[in-house]
C-alpha cells in the first residue's frame, strides 16, 4: 500500500503516532510524509502557517504543489489542514485512490459532493469548528465523529 500523508500545521502527528501505523492487514506500507511547511516552502509552523494557509492563498499553493507529485497513493491521509491541502489536491488532479481527513474543519467551506474519491472524514465531536452534521449527507463522503473528542485528537494518542 502506498500512503500519501499530510501532517497538521504543527508537523503532527510524528511518525509513531500516525494513523497508519494502525492499519490492518498492511504489512509494510510506503509512506511518504508531507509537512505543510515543505508544501510551501517556508521554515515555520504554528499560528503563521496558519495565518499563510488562510490569507495567502496558501491551501491553493500548497494543493498545486500536491497535485504536481509524480507519484499516485492507494491512501492519501491528512491531518487538519493537511487534510484540507490534500482534498484541494485531489480536486486539482492528484491521483489517489482514497482520501482520509482527520479533523479538516476547514472542509466546512467545500461541497462535499464536490468529492471524486472514495473518503472518509473524522471529526472531534467536541471541535466548534467542524462542518455541520449534514454537511457528508447525499454525497459520497463518508463522516465519522469521534465522541468526547477535540480538534486535535490525533495528537493525543496515549495522554489520558
Known amino acids: 500500500m502506498r500512503l500519501l500523508i499530510v501532517t497538521d500545521i504543527h508537523g503532527r502527528p510524528g511518525h509513531n503516532h500516525c494513523l497508519s501505523r494502525r492499519l490492518t492487514g498492511v504489512e509494510r506500507p510506503i509512506a ?10 517556508v521554515d515555520y509552523t504554528g499560528e503563521r502557517l496558519h495565518r499563510d494557509l488562510v490569507e495567502n492563498h496558501g491551501f491553493d499553493r500548497a494543493a498545486e504543489r500536491l497535485a504536481g507529485l509524480s507519484e499516485t ?10 487534510g484540507t ?3 484541494h489536491g485531489v480536486l486539482r488532479g492528484l491521483v489517489v485512490d482514497r482520501l482520509i481527513c482527520l479533523s479538516s474543519t476547514r472542509l466546512r467551506d467545500v461541497r462535499a459532493s464536490m468529492m471524486p474519491k472514495p473518503s472518509l472524514v473524522v471529526f472531534g465531536k467536541n471541535d466548534p469548528n ?8 447525499g454525497s459520497a463522503v463518508q463522516s465519522y465523529i469521534v465522541p468526547d473528542a477535540g480538534h486535535d485528537f490525533y495528537a493525543n494518542e496515549g495522554k489520558r
Open 85 to 87: 491541502a490534500l482534498w
Open 73 to 82: 497513493a492507494d491512501v492519501a491521509l491528512g491531518y487538519s489542514a493537511g
Open 32 to 41: 511518504r510524509t508531507i509537512s505543510l511547511s515543505d508544501l510551501l516552502d
Open 130 to 137: 467542524r462542518p455541520p452534521d449534514q454537511w457528508a449527507r
